[in-house]
C-alpha cells in the first residue's frame, strides 16, 4: 500500500483522529508505526468488544505494529474492579479470549503483541515518570480526564486519580506512536497529549472509534452483565439477548443493532464481496440480500426493513462468528472458573 491507502485504511469508520495531520506524517515518515489499545481486564469480554477488533484488523492489513496492552494495575485501580489475587488469570483469560476472536476475524495475530502492564510499569524508570507527571498535574485536572472512564464513586480512591496518568505514559514506554481507543477514552487522550510536553516526551497520535450501546441503549460494560452479550454465550444466549435488544423500528438513535452493522458486519461482508442475507416469509417482502451497509440502512430507516427480521438474520451471523471463540475456551472452564468465581 502506498501512503494514501494506508492511511484510508487507518481512518475507516473511525470517529476522532488527534490529529489527522499528524497522522498523515507520521505515516510518511515512519515505515512501520506502532500503535497500541489498552484493556483493563475486568469483567468478561463481549462483543462492544469487536467493534475495536475491526479496527486492529485495519491497522495491521495497513502496515502497522499492533500492540495490546493487558493493563493489570489499570484494572485494580479502577475502583478495585479486579482484586489484586485475579489479576494474573484474567490477563490470561483475555490473551486467550482475544487471541481467537482475532483468529475468527481473519486477523493475522502474528502481527499482534500482548503485553502485561505490571511487566514493564513497576520498573524504576516507570516510576520515576509517573512522580514526574504527578508533581505537574492537578488532582481536579487528573479527576476530570478519567470521568468516562473509570467508576470513582462517592468517595473517590487516589489510585483513580492515577489511571490518566499511568495511560500517557504507557505510550512513552511501549514505544507507540499511535493509541487508539473508544470515544469514551477522548479525555484521557487529550490529558496525554498536554501531558507528555510537561515531561520532555512527544505528544503521540490518538484515535477513536465510536462505541456500542447495551442490549437496553446506555454504555455496554464488561463488568454489568445485564447490558452485554459475552463472546462466550451459546447461540440460544444470542439469539435471546439480540431479540430483545434495543432497535425501534426506522431510528438509529441509540441504536446497538444497527451500529454493529455498521462497524462490524457489514465491514466484513464488503471486504469479502459477501452479501447479507436477511431471511423472511413472501408475505413480508421474501428474502433480502444487502451488499453494502449503506443499502440496509435505506431499508431500515425507510421501515422496509423490520427489526425482528434483521435481528433473527444478525444472531446468525454473530453465532457464526463466536463460534471458534467458544470453541476455543471449551476446554478452559478451570481458567474461568480462577479468573471469575462469581461467575
Do not use: W
Request: net charge negative.
Amino acid at each position: 500500500m502506498d501512503t494514501q491507502e494506508k492511511l484510508n485504511l487507518i481512518k475507516r469508520n473511525t470517529a476522532e483522529i488527534l490529529t489527522a495531520e499528524e497522522l498523515t506524517e507520521l505515516l510518511k515518515n515512519k515505515a512501520e508505526p506502532v500503535v497500541y489499545l489498552g484493556y483493563a481486564p475486568t469483567g468478561r469480554p463481549h462483543i462492544g468488544y469487536i467493534i475495536p477488533a475491526m479496527k486492529i484488523k485495519d491497522f495491521v492489513n495497513a502496515g502497522l505494529k499492533v500492540k495490546i496492552l493487558l493493563a493489570d494495575i489499570h484494572a485494580y485501580l479502577d475502583n478495585m474492579k479486579s482484586p489484586l489475587e485475579l489479576l494474573d488469570k484474567r490477563v490470561e483469560f483475555y490473551k486467550l479470549e482475544f487471541s481467537a476472536l482475532y483468529k475468527s476475524l481473519g486477523i493475522d495475530i502474528s502481527k499482534i503483541e500482548f503485553i502485561k502492564g505490571s511487566d514493564f510499569q513497576l520498573s524504576k524508570e516507570y516510576s520515576l515518570d509517573m512522580y514526574r507527571l504527578a508533581s505537574q498535574s492537578t488532582a481536579e485536572r487528573a479527576k476530570h480526564a478519567a470521568a468516562e472512564v473509570v467508576k470513582f464513586g462517592d468517595t473517590p480512591k487516589l489510585g483513580g486519580f492515577l489511571y490518566p496518568l499511568l495511560q500517557t505514559l504507557d505510550e512513552e514506554h511501549l514505544g507507540a506512536d499511535i493509541q487508539y481507543g473508544g470515544v469514551d477514552q477522548r479525555k484521557i487522550f487529550g490529558f496525554a497529549r498536554e501531558s507528555h510536553p510537561k515531561i520532555g516526551q512527544s505528544k503521540r497520535v490518538e484515535i477513536m472509534t465510536p462505541m456500542l450501546p447495551g442490549i437496553s441503549g446506555g454504555k455496554m460494560s464488561a463488568s454489568e452483565p445485564g447490558s452485554k452479550i459475552d463472546l462466550l454465550d451459546s447461540a440460544a444466549e444470542i439469539g435471546a439477548k439480540i431479540n430483545k435488544a434495543y432497535c425501534p423500528e426506522g431510528d438509529l438513535q441509540d441504536n446497538g443493532i444497527m451500529v454493529f452493522m455498521k462497524y462490524v458486519l457489514m465491514v466484513l461482508k464488503e471486504d469479502k464481496g459477501e452479501a447479507f442475507l436477511v431471511q423472511r416469509p413472501e408475505k413480508f417482502g421474501g428474502n433480502k440480500e444487502y451488499k453494502t451497509y449503506a443499502e440496509l440502512e435505506k431499508d431500515f430507516t425507510d421501515k422496509a426493513l423490520h427489526p425482528e427480521d434483521l435481528k433473527k438474520a444478525l444472531a446468525k451471523e454473530l453465532v457464526k462468528i463466536l463460534a471458534p471463540v467458544r470453541e476455543a475456551m471449551v476446554d478452559k472452564s478451570d481458567l474461568i472458573k480462577e479468573a471469575y468465581p462469581e461467575n
